[in-house]
């Protein structure tokens, strides 16, 4: 989103952003300030004072029903919100994200909107801007909304309330853009009269995120395998590549003094940081394995530069790419898949000289992908790994973005 945003302005646009306050994300995610750098100066960006109540924990702002039963206080909370729009958490948000587009707008008549989903109640702010003034707008749906993109199932039903939603939403949009081709295709066999208007823009990868050199592995003073990401794997799937990670460095000599470190968002709201993810972490200690928390955009490039090999856990099936494997090629490294066979990072990766393959969520599979990663580590020559990080190269996100962006603005005009 940062950088459709920073496209836009390079294409000669005045470009406002519609945001929630920081202390908001605070409280949900985090936030990297890093990225916040990045935007374009020109860029306005309105701060809207929304949060989710139910991720406020200090206890003394509650009131008697929420301390008495909370999990029924939460259950009220849901009903209340997608009675406003059908959306859990989100919902009640509509009429501030109504009422801020109108009010810019006033301000500041808009020739387009571009919705960037999720929370899908962005979309209500787009229907009205358009109900309003006809003001045109397109919709950036990344995962898409009614694709299950984790199970490969249809979220909702087309005579649901998201799905007469989606159905409005669509009917006049001037672009719908989405992350790959399985869900593009979901959406042009959906939406049949709308398929000339799905684009596949694909995520991409910041080109300052490279580490940009040549690679020089020590196995004397150990290898480091490592993992960049949020940590939104379920524990059984955890432990599989960790009990992987074990046996590998029992059978493999390249691995028997090598680290496996870990960085990335460790759940979110008030588990963040304390569940079970955490003790399993802990318990892996003696295996090499290290939890150093977040990591700032800014030192990105620093952390893959000391690392040798790429590993590459994911949820989901073919619905789903993630924004990491394009930055995980772009390090030159070898790559050790740990997701789906049938996953469309596979997609992504295939052609890619470093990578070990798809054997599934399978312990042993993944244990010999972690050896062959070892080995490509210590015998990979400087030309393969320019090699790898150039195939990286027809994913940098400002080149995506920018053919994106071209694109959206040339079907405006149609």
Same mark, same amino acid.
């Given at each position: 989103?940062? &950088?459709?945003?920073?496209?836009?302005?390079?294409?000669?646009?005045?470009?406002?952003?519609?945001?929630?306050?920081?202390?908001?994300?605070?409280?949900?995610?985090?936030?990297?300030?890093?990225?916040?750098?990045?935007?374009?100066?020109?860029?306005?960006?309105?701060?809207? *004072?929304?949060?989710?109540?139910?991720?406020?924990?200090?206890?003394?702002?509650?009131?008697?029903?929420?301390?008495?039963?909370?999990?029924?206080?939460?259950?009220?909370?849901?009903?209340?919100?997608?009675?406003?729009?059908?959306?859990?958490?989100?919902?009640?948000?509509?009429?501030?994200?109504?009422?801020?587009?109108?009010?810019?707008?006033?301000?500041? $008549?808009?020739?387009?909107?571009?919705?960037?989903?999720?929370?899908?109640?962005?979309?209500?702010?787009? =229907?009205?801007? =358009?109900? &309003?003034?006809?003001?045109?707008?397109?919709?950036?749906?990344?995962?898409?909304?009614?694709?299950?993109?984790?199970?490969?199932?249809?979220?909702?039903?087309?005579?649901?309330?998201?799905?007469?939603?989606?159905?409005?939403?669509?009917?006049?949009?001037?672009?719908?853009?989405?992350? @790959?081709?399985?869900?593009?295709?979901? +959406?042009?066999?959906?939406?049949?009269?709308?398929?000339?208007?799905?684009?596949?823009?694909?995520?991409?990868?910041?080109?300052?995120?490279? *580490?940009?050199?040549?690679?020089?592995?020590?196995?004397?003073?150990?290898?480091?395998?490592? +993992?960049?990401?949020?940590?939104?794997?379920?524990?059984?799937?955890?432990?599989?590549?960790?009990?992987? =990670?074990?046996?590998?460095? !029992?059978?493999?000599?390249?691995?028997? @003094?090598?680290?496996? !470190?870990?960085?990335?968002?460790?759940?979110?709201?008030?588990?963040?940081?304390?569940?079970?993810?955490? &003790?399993?972490?802990?318990?892996?200690?003696?295996?090499?394995?290290?939890?150093?928390? $977040?990591?700032?955009?800014?030192?990105?490039?620093?952390? +893959?530069?000391? =690392?040798?090999?790429?590993?590459?856990?994911?949820?989901?099936?073919?619905?789903?790419? /993630?924004?990491?494997?394009?930055?995980?090629?772009?390090?030159?490294?070898?790559?050790?898949?740990?997701? %789906?066979?049938?996953?469309?990072?596979?997609?992504?990766?295939?052609?890619? $000289?470093?990578?070990?393959?798809?054997?599934?969520?399978?312990?042993?599979?993944?244990?010999?992908?972690?050896?062959?990663?070892?080995?490509?580590?210590?015998?990979?020559?400087?030309?393969?790994? %320019?090699?790898?990080?150039?195939?990286?190269?027809?994913?940098?996100?400002?080149?995506?973005? /920018?053919? %994106?962006?071209?694109?959206?603005?040339? &079907?405006?005009?149609?």
């Amino acid at each position: 989103m940062r &950088e459709t945003a920073n496209q836009f302005v390079k294409a000669g646009w005045d470009v406002t952003v519609v945001n929630i306050a920081r202390e908001s994300w605070e409280l949900d995610s985090g936030i990297d300030l890093s990225l916040l750098e990045q935007v374009d100066p020109q860029v306005k960006i309105v701060e809207l *004072p929304l949060a989710r109540e139910d991720l406020e924990t200090d206890i003394r702002l509650f009131d008697e029903a929420r301390a008495l039963d909370p999990n029924g206080w939460v259950a009220k909370l849901r009903r209340r919100q997608t009675e406003t729009f059908p959306e859990p958490n989100f919902g009640e948000w509509r009429g501030d994200l109504e009422q801020a587009v109108l009010r810019i707008h006033q301000e500041h $008549p808009a020739d387009l909107l571009l919705a960037s989903c999720v929370p899908y109640v962005n979309l209500a702010a787009a =229907w009205k801007l =358009w109900e &309003e003034a006809q003001v045109p707008y397109a919709v950036d749906f990344r995962d898409g909304w009614s694709i299950d993109v984790i199970d490969g199932v249809e979220a909702f039903a087309r005579d649901s309330a998201e799905g007469l939603w989606e159905q409005k939403i669509l009917d006049h949009a001037v672009s719908l853009w989405v992350v @790959n081709d399985p869900i593009a295709e979901h +959406y042009r066999k959906r939406y049949p009269e709308f398929a000339s208007r799905v684009h596949v823009v694909r995520n991409g990868y910041d080109a300052d995120s490279s *580490p940009g050199r040549a690679h020089n592995p020590d196995p004397g003073a150990g290898l480091v395998f490592g +993992y960049l990401g949020t940590v939104n794997f379920t524990v059984p799937h955890l432990e599989t590549v960790l009990n992987a =990670w074990r046996a590998a460095r !029992e059978k493999e000599p390249l691995l028997a @003094n090598a680290r496996f !470190e870990l960085r990335g968002h460790l759940g979110n709201g008030a588990t963040r940081g304390a569940n079970r993810h955490a &003790e399993v972490f802990k318990e892996a200690e003696a295996d090499g394995v290290v939890f150093g928390g $977040p990591a700032a955009k800014a030192e990105v490039s620093s952390i +893959y530069a000391s =690392w040798d090999a790429m590993v590459l856990i994911l949820i989901g099936g073919r619905y789903v790419t /993630s924004g990491k494997v394009y930055e995980y090629m772009a390090t030159g490294l070898p790559i050790v898949s740990a997701h %789906a066979a049938e996953h469309d990072a596979s997609n992504v990766l295939r052609g890619h $000289p470093l990578w070990t393959g798809a054997p599934g969520i399978d312990e042993a599979g993944l244990t010999e992908s972690f050896i062959k990663a070892a080995h490509m580590a210590v015998e990979t020559t400087d030309e393969e790994h %320019a090699e790898a990080m150039a195939h990286a190269d027809q994913f940098t996100r400002e080149a995506l973005m /920018s053919v %994106a962006v071209k694109n959206l603005v040339e &079907e405006l005009a149609k």
